[in-house]
C-alpha cells in the first residue's frame, strides 16, 4: 500500500519529480561505469602519472613519489606491487619464532636494539655520506663523498632484522640521491663487495628494481677498470670518467684478495640481467690465476695486471684473504656446476692446512704468512679468522668424509684461538693481531676496529655444530661492545683494547652494521633464518641466492 501511494494518487506530482530524479542518477552511474571501461581508471597503466598533459607525444612521467612507500621509480620495469613485505618467509626477513629459547630471543633482541642505535645515528648526523663518527657527530668519507656507504651496507641486515621502516626510509634516500656519476676515485674492490653487494643482495630478497637499476649503473662504471692486457682489474677508477690508477705503494700491482673477491657480484648481476658482460670479466680472472697456478696453490699478493707477475708474501690475512673464500663460494653460488672449481677449492684448502697452519695447545689452530710457518715465532692477525667459517662451510658440502672431518676440526682450531684474541684483551675486544711463541699467545696489533671475522666463524661452526660455547663467545663480544663501545650517537672502534682507559677511534665502521651486527644476529637465530643451502654471504656478509650460470650466462671460465 505505501508503495503504490507513493507512486499514485494525491502525491502523484511529488512522485513524478522523483522518478526523473532516479533515473537521472541511474544515467550518471552508467556513464561513469562506461568512463572506467574505456580509460582503466583506477588501475595503474603504463601512461599514469603527471605527463598526461603535455601533449600525445610528451615523455611519460612517473607517478608522484610518496615517501616510504614502494612505489615505482624511474625505472623502465615495474617494481614488484609490496614488494617488500612479499619476501616475509621464515628463512629471509623478520623470522620471530614465539617457540624459542627466551635466552636466545633476548640475546638477538640486544643485537637488533644496538643496530638501530647505530643506524639512526648516523642518519640524523650523516644521512647519505661514507660512516659515522660517534663522539663528535660528523661524517668519516674515505670511500668517497655522498655514496651513502653505510646505508647501501646496512640494507639487507635491515631487512633480516624486520627493521622496515629504516629499509624504507634507506630506498626513500636512493631512489632521490644516490648517483654514481661522480668525479671521484674509489677502490674497485670495496665498492664491489660493499655497494654493488649491498645493493644485488636487496634485490634479491625484495625484488625491488630501483635496487637493480641502481646495482647495473655502478658496475657499468666499474668495467674499465678491467681493460688491462690480462684482464686483472686495476685498483682504482674514477666513476664519472672511468679513468683507472693503481696504489701509489703497491708498486704498479693489483692485489690477490681484491681481484679474487668481485667473482659472485658480478656473476650473480649477470644471472639476474641476462647480461654476460659482468661475469666474463669477473671469472677471466679466475681463468689469468688458474693458468698460472704455483705449485703449492698458494699465491704471492702483488699481482701486476700487465704480465701477472707475482711477487710479495703468501698470507690469507691482509691482502690474500677473500680470494680462498671466493673460489668456495663462487661453486657454491652457481649451484656445485663446476667440478673444476670444487677441485680447486678444496686442494687448495689442504694445503693452507699443510702449509700455513699450526696447532698450538692441543687444539687450536694458529694459521700466518708462508714466511713463518715454520718459526717457533708467529704472528696471526684477526682478519684471518674468517678462515675457521671457510673450513666450516667447506666441511658442510665437502664429498669426501676425512676431508669433512678436517675441515671441521680445523674450524674449530681457528674459532677457538681467535676467541683467545679476545680473552687476552683488558675490554674483551680483539685487537689486529696477536703474537704466538711456542704454546703461548701474547699481544701484538692492541687496535680494535669493530671486525666481523671472529663471530663469522663462531656463527659457522655453531650451525655445523650447534655447540652452545659459539653463541657465548659471541655474547660475551657482544656485552663488549655495549658496555665499552656505545658512544653518544652511535658505536666506534679504540686505538687499544688492551688499556684499561678506552681510547677511541670516533669511526663507526660500516662492517659493524654489514657484517658484525649481522653475523651476532644470526648467531643467535635458529638455523631457517638464512639457511645456508639457500644463500651463499660475500665477503661483506651480503647474502645471495645461488642459480645456475648454464641458464644465466654462456660463459665456460670456471671449465677450465
Not at 89 to 108: A, L, Q, T
Request: aromatic share 12%; charged share 25%; with cysteine.
Amino acid at each position: 500500500m505505501k508503495f503504490a501511494k507513493f507512486w499514485g494518487g494525491r502525491d502523484q506530482r511529488r512522485g513524478k519529480w522523483v522518478r526523473l530524479l532516479l533515473v537521472l542518477i541511474a544515467l550518471g552511474v552508467i556513464f561513469f561505469l562506461a568512463s572506467n571501461l574505456v580509460t582503466g581508471e583506477g588501475r595503474p597503466t603504463p601512461n599514469d602519472g603527471p605527463g598526461d598533459d603535455d601533449g600525445e607525444n610528451a615523455p611519460v612521467q612517473p607517478a608522484e613519489h610518496v615517501k616510504g612507500a614502494p612505489v615505482k621509480p624511474i625505472l623502465e620495469r615495474p617494481l614488484p606491487p609490496d614488494s617488500l613485505y612479499s619476501v616475509k618467509i621464515p628463512f629471509v626477513v623478520g623470522y620471530d619464532p614465539e617457540d624459542e629459547d627466551p635466552e636466545n630471543r633476548m640475546r638477538r633482541d640486544t643485537v637488533k636494539e644496538a643496530f638501530r642505535f647505530a643506524y639512526e645515528g648516523y642518519r640524523d648526523h650523516c644521512m647519505g655520506q661514507g660512516e659515522l663518527k660517534p663522539e663528535s657527530g660528523q661524517c668519516h668519507n674515505w670511500l668517497g663523498g655522498d655514496l651513502g656507504l653505510t646505508v647501501i651496507d646496512s640494507l639487507d641486515t635491515m631487512l633480516i632484522m624486520g627493521h622496515d621502516d629504516l629499509y624504507m626510509e634507506a630506498r626513500d634516500w636512493i631512489y632521490d640521491n644516490l648517483d654514481f656519476d661522480k668525479g671521484i676515485s674509489v677502490s674497485v674492490f670495496e665498492i664491489t663487495i660493499r655497494c654493488l653487494g649491498g645493493l644485488l643482495t636487496a634485490y634479491d630478497m625484495t625484488k625491488d628494481e630501483l635496487m637493480l637499476e641502481k646495482a647495473e649503473e655502478l658496475a657499468d662504471r666499474l668495467l674499465p677498470a678491467f681493460d688491462s692486457s690480462t684482464g686483472i682489474p686495476f685498483s682504482f677508477i674514477t666513476l664519472s670518467t672511468g679513468k683507472t690508477k693503481q696504489a701509489g705503494w703497491g708498486g704498479g700491482a693489483s692485489f690477490l684478495a681484491e681481484m679474487g673477491s668481485l667473482q659472485l657480484e658480478f656473476s650473480y648481476l649477470s644471472h639476474v640481467t641476462g647480461n654476460p658482460i659482468y661475469a666474463e670479466k669477473a671469472l677471466r680472472i679466475f681463468k689469468v690465476l688458474y693458468d698460472n697456478k704455483p705449485s703449492d696453490l698458494l699465491y704471492p699478493v702483488y699481482i701486476n695486471p700487465n704480465n701477472v707477475r707475482m711477487t710479495g708474501p703468501v698470507t690469507v690475512g691482509a691482502m690474500g684473504d677473500s680470494f680462498y673464500e671466493y673460489l668456495l663460494k663462487y661453486w657454491l653460488l652457481t649451484n656445485k656446476t663446476s667440478p673444476a672449481m670444487e677441485e680447486w677449492y678444496y686442494e687448495t684448502a689442504e694445503s693452507i692446512l699443510d702449509v700455513l697452519s699450526h696447532k698450538i695447545a692441543g687444539d687450536m689452530l694458529v694459521v700466518t704468512d708462508k714466511a713463518k710457518a715454520n718459526s717457533d715465532h708467529k704472528e696471526m692477525e684477526h682478519l684471518t679468522c674468517f678462515v675457521g667459517g671457510m673450513f666450516a662451510l667447506g666441511s658442510m658440502n665437502a664429498q669426501d668424509k676425512k676431508i669433512r672431518e678436517r675441515h671441521a676440526s680445523a674450524g674449530a682450531g681457528v674459532a677457538k684461538i681467535c676467541n683467545e684474541m679476545y680473552n687476552i684483551q683488558y675490554q674483551h675486544l680483539h685487537g689486529e693481531s696477536i703474537k704466538i711463541d711456542g704454546d703461548t699467545i701474547s699481544h701484538h696489533n692492541d687496535q680494535y676496529l669493530m671486525r666481523p671475522e671472529a663471530v663469522e666463524s663462531w656463527f659457522y661452526m655453531y650451525r655445523l655444530t650447534h655447540d652452545q660455547k659459539y653463541r657465548d663467545w659471541g655474547w660475551a663480544y657482544m656485552k663488549a661492545i655495549n658496555s665499552v663501545t656505545k658512544r653518544k650517537y652511535g658505536y666506534c672502534g679504540l686505538r687499544n683494547a688492551n688499556s684499561y682507559r678506552a681510547n677511541y677511534d670516533d669511526v663507526q665502521q660500516s662492517w659493524f652494521m654489514a657484517e658484525t651486527l649481522k653475523y651476532l644476529y644470526l648467531l643467535f637465530s635458529p638455523d631457517d633464518v638464512l639457511p645456508l643451502g639457500h644463500f651463499v654471504f660475500n665477503t661483506e656478509a651480503h647474502p645471495l641466492s645461488p642459480f645456475d650460470p648454464k641458464s644465466s650466462y654462456d660463459f665456460e671460465a670456471t671449465d677450465f
